[in-house]
């Protein structure tokens, strides 16, 4: 599959003077040429440590963020709008009540917060999974890495009180890559704005990652780790708590 305006593509629907090698299996990665046109700016596949732009395998799997975003406020957004309109009915036809005006505000907090939470959905982001690799996507890019230079991939979440204070729902739980090399953030820096330095969250695994925010209530974290399952089994490391790091004093 190839990254191209208005979603991912099937990799035999490309022309065949665009590929190096003739098609030997549905599920393999393919290269296009060095010797074809750049990709177009606002789509371009940056595979990292000087690797050819990449055809997809038809049995990748697309992730959709973008999507997951879109589906929470139409259905959140439009529910707690919809009752914030009738409690403040309720309110202009029978009068003012600590209850009602209790529940209107409760209903407008969501129904603001479901607004704030989808503000990234037409960013178009999301994730390819495939045997050659890890993609992220964001803004019409396309940034991937080899599994080779992965070292685990696991879903963190945060608790819903942390050191007193609430945890924003849109940053408790993340997909983490963890690089398998300390040399991981020269070759990849297209990837520095998603890279954190902690604790470990698990044994074994490195302080250093790559955080991918997930939206909150959607089926993400499932659809992910099936992804990862079935292409790279050996690099997942499941579901586990992580902790932000104290406060200063």
Do not use: C
């Not at 035999?12 to 177009?40: I, N």
């Not at 049995?59 to 999507?67: I, L, N, P, T």
């Not at 396309?142 to 696991?154: H, L, N, P, Q, R």
């Not at 991981?184 to 297209?190: I, S, V």
């Amino acid at each position: 599959m190839k990254w191209l305006p208005g979603g991912w593509q099937r990799a035999d629907q490309v022309e065949h003077e665009r590929a190096t090698e003739p098609v030997r299996s549905r599920g393999t990665a393919r290269y296009a040429s060095g010797q074809a046109g750049s990709p177009d700016p606002a789509t371009r596949v940056q595979p990292g440590g000087g690797h050819r732009p990449t055809l997809l395998g038809a049995d990748a799997h697309d992730v959709d963020v973008s999507a997951s975003s879109f589906k929470a406020l139409l259905i959140g957004g439009g529910v707690s709008g919809l009752l914030t309109v009738l409690v403040a009915a309720a309110l202009v036809n029978s009068g003012s009540s600590v209850f009602m005006w209790i529940w209107q505000l409760v209903f407008g907090v969501l129904f603001l917060w479901f607004i704030t939470a989808s503000r990234g959905m037409l960013n178009s982001r999301g994730f390819l999974i495939d045997r050659s690799g890890f993609y992220a996507r964001t803004r019409g890019e396309v940034f991937g890495v080899s599994w080779d230079e992965i070292k685990a991939v696991g879903i963190g979440t945060l608790p819903w009180i942390q050191h007193r204070r609430p945890v924003a729902p849109e940053r408790r739980q993340a997909l983490e890559l963890y690089p398998a090399d300390p040399g991981f953030p020269t070759r990849h820096p297209e990837l520095e704005r998603w890279r954190v330095e902690e604790s470990p969250s698990m044994p074994g695994l490195p302080g250093e990652r790559y955080r991918f925010h997930l939206p909150p209530f959607s089926r993400l974290p499932k659809e992910l780790e099936g992804a990862v399952q079935t292409v790279a089994p050996q690099k997942w490391v499941g579901h586990y708590k992580r902790h932000l790091p104290p406060p200063p004093a």
